[in-house]
């Protein structure tokens, strides 16, 4: 099946440094990558979709200046959290689907962010 | 409106024993897609299961089958032979394939599945 890989799998931080969390596809392409929020015993929230080469597309609410996001190649996207806060403390986790379109979703295993 | 619906918050299954996972879905799409996903302890979404609107028969994966009452809206996940293993949250999603969508899904609320000697 399709492997989704998520670096780092945990990070702690200071409040107002920047956390940069990678999300790669290793063993298909993927035009399209997500990445979602969860709360503790919530649902997936989406925050952004990105597509390789192309500005990504932001949820409303998301503020796109503060969770930064670069797909830069058919296996690789970046979510940057820049001055991070305590509110930010959550769980991320990735997803891609592949090129044929209309693909399943295969997730990452997620980061799990602390912001001191 | 609730796009997905979960009105289980928790189940508690005997090991062995079948359960049913409830999702009811709203939509005026007429192409979209249903998903299961098994979230355990660890975070990591795992995928399970997929029906598409078209589709005739009820999607099966092993133990995992998909009970597609179209009509009804529902797509209720069934497991057989339940493991403890299998002791996770379970979120049902939708993804509706208009030209205007970018594969976005969307997640109910999740289903806390317990299943126990």
């Known amino acids: 099946g399709a492997v989704v890989s998520q670096h780092p799998s945990r990070v702690i931080c200071k409040s107002g440094t920047s956390v940069k969390i990678e999300c790669r596809s290793l063993d298909f392409q993927a035009t399209t990558m997500f990445w979602y929020r969860q709360f503790p015993k919530q649902s997936l929230m989406l925050m952004a979709t990105s597509n390789e080469g192309s500005k990504a597309t932001y949820e409303q609410g998301v503020e796109k200046d503060k969770f930064l996001i670069n797909h830069a190649s058919l296996t690789l996207s970046t979510l940057t959290v820049t001055s991070a806060h305590p509110e930010d403390s959550s769980f991320y986790i990735c997803s891609a689907t592949g090129t044929s379109g209309l693909d399943t979703q295969y997730f990452g295993p997620g980061t799990r962010l602390t912001v001191l | 409106a609730q796009k997905i619906t979960q009105t289980q918050p928790g189940m508690f299954v005997q090991e062995k024993e079948a359960v049913t996972l409830d999702c009811t879905y709203d939509t005026s799409d007429p192409s979209y897609g249903l998903f299961w996903y098994k979230q355990p302890s660890s975070g990591e979404m795992i995928f399970l299961i997929y029906q598409g609107s078209y589709d005739q028969q009820n999607a099966t994966e092993g133990r995992y089958s998909l009970n597609f009452q179209k009509a009804r809206k529902s797509a209720n996940l069934v497991i057989s032979a339940s493991q403890l293993g299998d002791s996770a949250m379970y979120f049902c999603?939708?993804?509706?394939?208009?030209?205007?969508?970018?594969?976005?899904?969307?997640f109910g609320t999740g289903t806390r599945l317990q299943v126990f000697p």
């Open positions: 999603a939708m993804r509706e394939d208009s030209i205007y969508n970018t594969d976005k899904l969307i």
